[in-house]
C-alpha cells in the first residue's frame, strides 16, 4: 500500500504558474495596482464626488484653485476639474480599450492568414507594409475632418466622435500585432501536431481554430496591452489638437487642449490630465512587460 505522504505533488495549474512568474515582476504588480485605482477612480469616482453645478453659481465659481470644496479647482466655465478628470478617463479609457480590441482582431486575422496559406502572404504583408508607411497622425486627421460631420449627423456628435476615433484608431494600428502572429503561424504550422493534423484530413480552419489560434494568445495578448497605451495616446493627440471629441464630452487629451491657453496662470490644469495620461500608458506597458515574462514558459521554468 502505497503511503499518502510519498505520493507526487499535484502539478500546479497553467494560470497559477502564469500568475506566481507575474508576482515576482515588481514593475507589473506595480502597474497592475495603478491600473486597478485610475479604473474605480473613474467608475465609481462620480458616484461619491458630485457637487452641485448651479448655472447662478458658474459666474462666481470660475477659474478657483484647490479648495476642500472642489480639489482640484474650478475650469474657466466654473465646472469641478476633479468630476471632469474622471469623466474624461472613462472616455479615454473607453477608446483605448475598443480601439485595442478592434486592432488585435484585425491584426490576428491577417496575421494567421498570412502565416498560414501561402498564397495570401504576398498580398497581405505588402498591405502591412502599405499601412506602416502611412503617416498616422496626418491620416487620422483627414479621416476625422473627412467623416466626423457626417457620422455625427447620422447618430449624433457624441456617439459619432466616438464611433469614428475608435474605428480610426483601431483599423490604423493592427499592423505590429499581423506582424508577430504572421511570425508565431510560420513556426506553428510545422510543429508536428499541425503536421498530424493534415496528415488525417483536418480542414484548414479546424486546425487553426483548435492548433494555430490557442498557440498565439501570449504574444496577442501582450500586444493587446501595448495598443491599449497607443490608442490612448493617439486619441490624446488628436483631442489635443482639437479634432477630437466635441467640447462637452471631456476626455484626458481634451482637458490637455482646453487647458493649454491656461497653462501659465493654472499650470495644473495640464499637469492632472497629462499625469493621468502618463501614469495610464505607463502602468500598462509595465503590465505588459509582465505578461511577456509569465506566458514565456522558458521563463516559467527557471
Known amino acids: 500500500m502505497t503511503d499518502a505522504s510519498s505520493a507526487p505533488p499535484k502539478p500546479a495549474s497553467a494560470a497559477r504558474e502564469i500568475w506566481q512568474q507575474f ?18 477612480f473613474v467608475l465609481i469616482g462620480p458616484l461619491f464626488w458630485d457637487p452641485p453645478q448651479r448655472l447662478s453659481d458658474t459666474i ?18 466654473g465646472r469641478d476639474i476633479l468630476l471632469r478628470m474622471m469623466l474624461a478617463g472613462r472616455v479615454s479609457l473607453a477608446v483605448g480599450l475598443v480601439a485595442m480590441v478592434i486592432a488585435i482582431v484585425f491584426g490576428t486575422l ?16 505588402r498591405l502591412t507594409d502599405m499601412f506602416l508607411a502611412l503617416p498616422l497622425i496626418p491620416l487620422l486627421l483627414v479621416m476625422v475632418m473627412l467623416f466626423r460631420d457626417k457620422i455625427a449627423g447620422l447618430i449624433g456628435p457624441e456617439l459619432g466622435a466616438f464611433i469614428l ?26 510543429r508536428e501536431y499541425v503536421l498530424a493534423a493534415r496528415s488525417i484530413g483536418a480542414r484548414p480552419n479546424r486546425i487553426i481554430r483548435r492548433h494555430i489560434l490557442p498557440n498565439v494568445v501570449s504574444p496577442v495578448m501582450v500586444a493587446a496591452t501595448l495598443g491599449v497605451a497607443e490608442a490612448i495616446i493617439t486619441e ?3 483631442s489635443f489638437l482639437g479634432l477630437g471629441f466635441p467640447p462637452d464630452f471631456p476626455t484626458w487629451g ?25 501614469l495610464t500608458v505607463l502602468s500598462v506597458n509595465y ?15 527557471r
Request: charged share 20%; proline share 5%.
Open 287 to 301: 503590465i505588459g512587460d509582465g505578461l511577456r515574462d509569465a506566458l514565456d514558459p522558458r521563463i516559467r521554468g
Open 165 to 190: 476615433i475608435v474605428f480610426a484608431i483601431g483599423i490604423t494600428s493592427w499592423m505590429a500585432t499581423a506582424r508577430i502572429v504572421r511570425g508565431e503561424v510560420l513556426t506553428l504550422k510545422e
Open 110 to 125: 491577417i496575421g494567421i492568414l498570412a502565416g498560414y496559406f501561402r498564397r495570401l502572404d504576398g498580398p497581405l504583408m
Open 23 to 40: 508576482r515576482t515582476h515588481k514593475g507589473a504588480l506595480f502597474g497592475l495596482i495603478v491600473l486597478g485605482f485610475l479604473i474605480l
Open 254 to 278: 481634451r482637458l490637455l487642449f482646453d487647458g493649454l491657453q491656461y497653462m501659465q496662470v493654472y499650470p495644473e490644469r495640464v499637469v492632472w490630465p497629462g499625469l493621468a495620461i502618463s
Open 236 to 238: 490624446s493627440v488628436l
Open 60 to 77: 462666481r465659481m470660475k477659474n478657483q484653485g484647490p479648495s476642500w470644496t472642489s480639489p482640484f479647482g474650478t475650469d474657466q466655465l
